[in-house]
């Protein structure tokens, strides 16, 4: 496995992927096209404008990013694919269109295979077992909240903190894992904005400067510094 | 139709449905017994602990509340109901038991009719025409995401307005509406927490003291004021 997992595509102040500039050269260096999976159209936008702006951030590594709905056949497309890299956006539609082109287990068996996989946002919570502790709302009915499932626990991307001075009475982060924990038994990695998962071989590496909240049934959650291997995790 | 659908249950600095106290003792002013619906758990308490705390702040009332697990039989339960009350929590999971449980279309009935019904956060968001407007996890896979569609549009409970100083970069609340609208087309009731609807005979009046938000597919969104009609919204 070569899998590079970031909560988020952007980070406050900075241009899109800028932050995971040396990791993307790496993941990919060895790939001349990268297939990109648009299905999560974040705000709505069309996957045109999405792999648009996607192919601009991936110009300074020499790679050409093309997406996966130019192609006739897009199961094939990913059979053949050197890298795929599955941008955010609402993770119901990413996970209903994977099902509905056939493309969430050809997905799986070439990242398990070691084809360089990287994930922002929702293509980050597809690489859990469930998509089940997204943060989206249910714009779509997926055939199934099954995930690629190439890690054994959940991800919370774009982690949130309770702000004690807030007012509102909606559920926090924290209440709402919870909640996935009264009816769930598998581990939840809440990972910051500005975190990512480096997964290589049989290690699951967190990295960037933040801890990871870790989510377990039954049991008060855990912070974990950066480098901590989650591999063996649930 | 005679229903109260309150965005939260409780109000920052105040007991549990001290906001709605003149609302609820109109609503279930000729009734004696309420029917509970815990199913929505918030934060993963028991349907028994649920049940207690809803019947505490219903005993200032005189009105007996039962939590319908307690009936062998909960369509019966409904059928025979002088009016209901279903709590927030998880909108998936409340969704999730409405349906194996056989409740959703008996409810909807009742409601039709002139049973009295309240709703706070989940139990108003299924008054909409379906749940994909919830702000909660999906942890479990409801059997389909329609709701009970006695008012003609969605609701968004504990509508939140973006935070213009934030520097986190999870979808706002508006996006989130936005990506809804890319699919689908029904409009959208951004209700702030204080803020309600009265659904009597054929009129959606829009309560309490704050404005609400209205989202339409491929419009600008729009701010109404309290005690604006919101029958035609749709």
Redesign the interface.
């Known amino acids: 496995m070569n899998a590079l997992l970031a909560s988020?595509?952007?980070?406050?102040?900075q241009q899109y992927l800028e932050y995971l500039e040396k990791e993307i050269s790496n993941l990919f260096k060895d790939s001349k096209e990268v297939i990109f999976i648009p299905y999560a159209?974040?705000?709505?936008i069309t996957y045109e404008e999405y792999t648009e702006k996607a192919s601009e951030a991936f110009l300074k590594y020499g790679i050409e990013l093309k997406g996966i709905h130019e192609f006739k056949d897009p199961i094939a497309a990913i059979e053949n694919a050197e890298g795929v890299f599955t941008g955010g956006?609402?993770t119901?539609?990413l996970v209903s269109e994977l099902y509905r082109n056939g493309v969430m287990n050809v997905l799986r068996d070439k990242i398990r295979e070691g084809m360089p996989y990287m994930g922002t946002s929702a293509g980050t919570n597809i690489a859990g077992l469930t998509?089940?502790?997204?943060?989206?709302?249910?714009?779509?009915?997926p055939s199934?909240?099954k995930t690629l499932g190439i890690i054994p626990f959940n991800i919370n991307?774009?982690y949130?903190d309770p702000d004690p001075g807030s007012?509102?009475?909606?559920?926090t982060r924290e209440?709402?894992?919870?909640?996935?924990?009264?009816?769930?038994s598998q581990p939840v990695v809440g990972l910051r904005?500005g975190s990512w998962l480096e997964a290589r071989k049989d290690q699951i590496i967190l990295k960037g400067d933040l801890e990871a909240r870790i989510f377990r049934k039954d049991k008060q959650p855990e912070e974990v510094s950066t480098d901590t291997d989650l591999s063996h995790l649930n």
Chains 1, 2 share one sequence.
């Open positions: 988020t595509s952007t980070l406050h102040n159209r974040p705000g709505g956006g609402n119901f539609l998509m089940q502790t997204t943060n989206d709302m249910p714009i779509v009915y199934s909240f991307p774009h949130l007012t509102h009475k909606g559920e209440t709402r894992i919870h909640e996935f924990h009264a009816i769930n904005e």
